[in-house]
């Protein structure tokens, strides 16, 4: 009979040492703290934003359920009269209108600089142009009020009287009213002043994070700076400057001592942007909440909180831009 020769197990390993275990069990400790302090930040944040919608939605409640006008369409705000009228259609027309005036100077110039300080200025004269324009957005509200109070205002009469001559025609640069350029037009360009340091920063560093192979292949291929930049850095910057721009026009939305030191309040909507009046959300929060008595507050609570809507839609919209590109939204980290 063949015998069978017993196969050789290897010896156990030996149990680590009781030392070994200490590291793997702190860092497992300092992971479960770590998880509970995000976790619990995250819920705090979502606490503090529905009890400001609680608090806004209740007391605009009350506001409204005694309001003899229509909240949404009326154009007078007179909540201490009797009965008490107001309604948000002049400061929703005037909110958006400044705005969008405000993106249409700020978004070409903030991206034309971005451009410049990423990919054309050497590096000795990009690096202090960026930090004038990021010192732009450190600069107090109150202090770009008081200089479109008394710097830009006068110097806009002159351009407001060229709009006028060129493009009256166009019915909204056509100036109907004589006054000085306290108008929406102003307020506009003011708000794009305050907002080009935001969209100027975030478009620069999305342009600086566009693929080096991209450009070098193209240069390679013959193409010419601006083609370059055309064909590679601006199709892989595009969601990233809607989502600045989206950034910008929520700082432009709720701005509010700038456009009440320049702003000359009236509650008539007027397509001719260059005729004084008009008004915002934050501009008539700001003018009349001191004065203002307890259902009068209601009533201004009411008008933030639409601002304080419109505002969550527009970071929505600009999460919902940012998500389509997942080199933007952390997806691949």
Do not use: C
């Not at 929505?316 to 831009?321: K, M, P, T």
């Amino acid at each position: 009979m063949a015998s069978t020769t017993p196969i050789d197990t290897p010896p156990a390993p030996p149990a680590p040492p009781e030392q070994a275990e200490r590291p793997r069990s702190t860092g497992r400790a300092g992971d479960k703290i770590f998880l509970a302090l995000s976790r619990g930040s995250g819920i705090l944040l979502l606490a503090i934003m529905a009890s400001i919608a609680v608090f806004l939605t209740y007391r605009a409640v009350i506001a409204i359920s005694k309001n003899e006008g229509n909240f949404l369409t009326t154009f007078d705000w007179n909540p201490a009269g009797n009965p008490p009228v107001f309604g948000i259609a002049v400061l929703l027309f005037g909110t958006v209108v400044s705005s969008i005036i405000a993106m249409v100077i700020a978004v070409p110039v903030a991206v034309g600089i971005a451009l410049f300080i990423s990919h054309y200025a050497p590096r000795k004269l990009a690096a202090p142009i960026a930090y004038v324009v990021d010192l732009l957005a450190a600069v107090p509200s109150i202090v770009y009020g008081i200089w479109g109070a008394l710097v830009l205002v006068p110097y806009l009469e002159g351009l407001n009287l060229w709009l006028d001559q060129f493009f009256g025609w166009t019915y909204i640069f056509d100036k109907t009213e004589v006054g000085v350029a306290r108008s929406l037009f102003t307020v506009g360009v003011l708000l794009a002043i305050m907002i080009l340091p935001i969209v100027t920063s975030v478009s620069r560093e999305v342009f600086l994070q566009v693929p080096k192979m991209n450009e070098e292949a193209a240069l390679a291929l013959g193409a010419t700076r601006w083609e370059v930049i055309r064909l590679s850095v601006l199709p892989f910057g595009r969601s990233g400057i809607i989502s600045a721009s989206m950034l910008g026009l929520g700082r432009a939305l709720g701005e509010t001592m700038a456009v009440a030191t320049v702003l000359s309040p009236s509650f008539i909507i007027s397509l001719h942007v260059l005729n004084p009046g008009g008004g915002t959300f934050a501009q008539n929060i700001a003018a009349k909440f001191g004065e203002a008595d307890e259902f009068g507050r209601d009533a201004l609570i009411a008008s933030g909180l639409v601002l304080f809507v419109l505002t969550l839609l527009v970071n929505g919209a600009a999460r919902l831009i940012i998500a389509r590109r997942k080199e933007y939204s952390g997806a691949n980290a």
